[in-house]
């Protein structure tokens, strides 16, 4: 069955970097295009950043443009979310997702001084 499992989440000040792992595993990755959401405390859960099946496209969020970059390796069934200059708002728990409705468990990433 579909597997995804997240890691790579933890504390970290204001203006500081986290890499995002998601290791798949169930299907046949490189056919699917792959995303990653977020879920802050007390909000919906919001779509973050795209990645098409060859990772020739990428969309992302207005809020995280130019700051977090999406990537994958279809050789390592694996995809990454390299967040710079993280914000205190970018705290959330972090969800890998691929259609149809599968996701990871989530790693939690939480910014603060």
């Known amino acids: 069955q579909v597997q995804l499992v997240e890691s790579g989440g933890g504390l970290v000040q204001p203006g500081g970097s986290l890499r995002l792992s998601c290791a798949a595993s169930?299907?046949?990755?490189?056919?699917?295009?792959m995303k990653w959401y977020r879920q802050a405390p007390g909000k919906e859960r919001e779509l973050v950043a795209t990645?098409?099946?060859?990772?020739?496209?990428?969309s992302y969020a207005d809020s995280v443009k130019g700051r977090f970059t999406i990537s994958r390796d279809n050789a390592k069934n694996m995809v990454y979310l390299q967040m710079n200059s993280l914000k205190p708002e970018d705290t959330a728990v972090y969800y890998c997702?691929?259609?149809?409705?599968?996701w990871g468990q989530g790693t939690q990433v939480t910014v603060s001084s």
């Open positions: 997702y691929v259609d149809y409705n599968h």
């Open positions: 169930g299907f046949t990755f490189r056919s699917y295009a």
């Open positions: 990645i098409t099946d060859r990772g020739g496209g990428t």
